[in-house]
């Protein structure tokens, strides 16, 4: 997909990775629609600021009424908890699944249509390594991002004839405010992952494994499962 005149609509894109995104967009020569639950939140010069809940049905709709020219829907929106999924708040775990799968399922139900009629285009998933590795003290976060990555693969295999190419990002930690908290050098670069992620989206990858942390994951997917 050709990001120069695209039209995209980035969720979660006041802070964090989806500032990066929405602000590399721009520079592509994309017109970009910068949601989020408080609009009055987005700083970034020439992206229009876009009211969005992802958790919002109502919120959903009229964001996909205002953006109706998009060729391009960024699902970045996500929260992590830290939630255990045993021992863990039955609401917490909940909260992270609401966001996390059915929010993008949400968005992306809505402006489907949108794309579909501008043309077609393409969806970006932000996923995580968590998606495939599953430790017990995130295990609420991790099973939302497992199901996304579900969401993500039975997304793709739906929307192909409708003309819109699905691309799932998985990265491990990031220098955001989600993980400041990690240290420093076990965190990569949201800037660089925001260039891959759309570079990704203009060769139609169906996936970008954004660290050495994801990629070594993924190739153990098929070890047995450790005991602890």
Known sequence: MELKNAVAVVTGANRGLGRHLAAQLLERGAKVYAAARRPETVDLPGAIPLQLDVTDAQSIQAAARTASDATLL?????????????????????????????????????????????????????????????????????????????????????????????TALHVGYMDTDMAAGVPADQKADPAEVAAQALSGIETGLPEVLADETTRYVKQQLAAAPSVA
């Open 74 to 166: 960024v699902n970045n929106a996500g929260i992590s908890t830290g939630t255990p999924l045993i021992a863990g708040s039955p609401d917490a775990v909940r909260g992270e699944m609401e966001v996390n799968f059915f929010g993008p399922l949400a968005v992306t139900r809505a402006f489907t249509p949108v794309i579909e009629s501008n043309g077609g285009g393409a969806v970006l998933n932000v996923l995580s390594v968590l998606s495939w590795l599953h430790p017990a003290g995130l295990g609420s976060y991790a099973a939302s991002k497992a199901a996304a990555w579900a969401l993500t693969d039975a997304a793709r295999e739906e929307l192909a004839p409708r003309g819109i190419t699905v």
